[in-house]
C-alpha cells in the first residue's frame, strides 16, 4: 500500500534556529502534499498545501515566512521552522495525496520540540 | 469556515459492546466525509469515506458509517468491538469537493476508545 515516511521523527532544537522536516511518499508520486499541526490532546490543522513546482498555499494564519514548504520533487515535500520558537512545539504530520481522488496517506509525525 | 464536531472525547466499552461515534459537520455544500483511526504509536489510517451513492458506507475491520444529510452526521459504528480496536478516531470532511478545496481535510477534534477485554 501507499507509504509516507517523514524525518526524523523527532527532534529537539534552541530557540532562533531552524529546523527542516522531510516528507516523502515511498512507492507512489504525489502531486499534492499537505501538513498539519497537532496540539496535545487536539484536532490537526492543516497548516499548508503542498503543491510539486509550484508555490505551497497556507491557511489563514498560517505564517508562510516562518513555515517554509519545498515540493521539490513528486515524492518529496520539505517543511522548515524559522527561527524557531517554543511555541513552535508541536507535532507536524504530513499527508500525500494519491491517484485516487481524496486519498491521502499519512506520514507518522515529527515531534518537534523547542528549547 | 467548516468546522466538524465529534461527540465524544473519550469512550470505555467492554470487548462485544456496540460502538457508535458521532460526527456532524457544518457546512451546507457537497461534501466528502471520512474516518480515520490511529492506532497506538501508528499513523493515521483510512477507516472508510463516502463520496456519494449509499449513505451507509463499509469500511475496514468491521466498521460502517452512515451519512444523514439532513443532520449534517457521519456518524461511526460497529456491532461488537474488539480489545484491538482500541485507539482515537477521527472523522474529517472535504469540503468544496473540488477547486481550491481539493483535498483538504478538517478534522474533527478526536474521540479516543479504550476496549477492556
Known amino acids: 500500500g501507499a507509504v509516507v515516511s517523514q524525518h526524523p521523527s523527532w527532534v529537539i532544537c534552541k530557540s532562533g534556529t531552524s529546523v527542516k522536516i522531510e516528507c516523502r511518499s515511498l512507492?507512489?508520486?504525489?502531486?499534492?502534499m499537505f501538513w498539519y499541526r497537532q496540539f496535545p490532546k487536539q484536532s490537526l490543522m492543516l497548516m499548508a498545501t503542498s503543491n510539486e513546482g509550484s508555490k505551497a498555499t497556507y491557511e489563514q494564519g498560517v505564517e508562510k515566512d516562518k513555515f517554509l514548504i519545498n515540493h521539490a520533487s513528486l515524492t518529496l515535500s520539505t517543511l522548515t521552522v524559522t527561527s524557531a520558537h517554543p511555541e513552535d512545539s508541536s507535532f507536524y504530520i504530513c499527508?500525500?495525496?494519491?491517484?485516487?481522488?481524496?486519498?491521502?496517506?499519512f506520514g507518522p509525525g515529527t515531534r518537534l520540540t523547542v528549547t | 469556515a467548516q468546522s466538524v464536531s465529534q461527540h465524544n472525547h473519550h469512550v470505555i466499552l467492554s470487548e462485544a459492546a456496540s460502538l457508535e461515534l458521532g460526527c456532524n459537520y457544518s457546512?451546507?455544500?457537497?461534501?466528502?466525509l471520512f474516518w480515520y483511526v490511529q492506532y497506538p504509536g501508528q499513523h493515521l489510517q483510512l477507516l472508510l469515506k463516502y463520496f456519494s451513492g449509499d449513505p451507509l458506507v463499509k469500511g475496514i475491520k468491521g466498521f460502517e458509517a452512515e451519512f444523514i444529510k439532513s443532520k449534517f452526521s457521519f456518524n461511526l459504528r460497529k456491532p461488537s468491538v474488539q480489545w484491538s480496536d482500541t485507539a482515537e478516531y477521527f472523522c474529517?470532511?472535504?469540503?468544496?469537493?473540488?477547486?481550491?478545496?481539493?483535498?483538504?481535510?478538517?478534522f474533527g477534534q478526536g474521540t479516543i476508545l479504550t476496549v477492556h477485554p
Open positions: 457546512y451546507g455544500g457537497t461534501v466528502n
Open positions: 512507492d507512489f508520486q504525489a502531486t499534492t
Open positions: 499527508s500525500a495525496l494519491a491517484g485516487r481522488a481524496y486519498e491521502q496517506y
Open positions: 474529517a470532511v472535504n469540503a468544496g469537493a473540488g477547486g481550491t478545496s481539493y483535498g483538504k481535510l478538517t
